[in-house]
């Protein structure tokens, strides 16, 4: 059963270019230990709630953009091997984060339906 990682940030706008770079160079340690996807998506039209949303949800500022992220793994066995292995990669030590990541939300979570058109 494949398993998802699914992530919201928020990213100072000045920051983009540096965030995509980030992910495409953590994609290649994801992938190498047996990420199958990883998709960034920044925001392009995230409206305000009344009681909560995306925005409010990281506390995100009037200089920055929300970001809507997910890996996918075969199963959660290899997610939980991915991140053993990443914790003790030099790559991932050395990797710079341009996002304040104490107000990252993430979670996993096991798909219950999938179709593609």
Same mark, same amino acid.
């Given at each position: ?5 699914? =992530?919201?940030? *928020? $990213?100072?706008?000045?920051?983009? +270019?540096?965030?995509?770079? %980030? ?30 949303? =995306?925005?409010? *949800? $990281?506390?995100?500022?009037?200089? +920055?953009?929300?970001?809507? %992220? ?48």
């Amino acid at each position: 059963m494949p398993y998802v990682d699914g =992530f919201v940030l *928020a $990213v100072p706008n000045a920051n983009k +270019e540096a965030y995509r770079a %980030s992910a495409a160079k953590a994609w290649v340690v994801f992938k190498e230990f047996g990420a199958t996807r990883h998709v960034e998506c920044w925001a392009d039209d995230v409206p305000d709630g009344q009681l909560t949303d =995306f925005k409010r *949800a $990281v506390q995100a500022r009037g200089d +920055e953009s929300v970001v809507f %992220s997910w890996i996918e793994y075969p199963s959660k066995e290899v997610r939980d091997d991915v991140y053993r292995r990443m914790k003790d990669d030099p790559r991932m030590k050395d990797m710079d984060m341009p996002f304040d990541g104490k107000r990252m939300i993430y979670g996993g979570f096991a798909p219950i339906f999938d179709e593609r058109a």
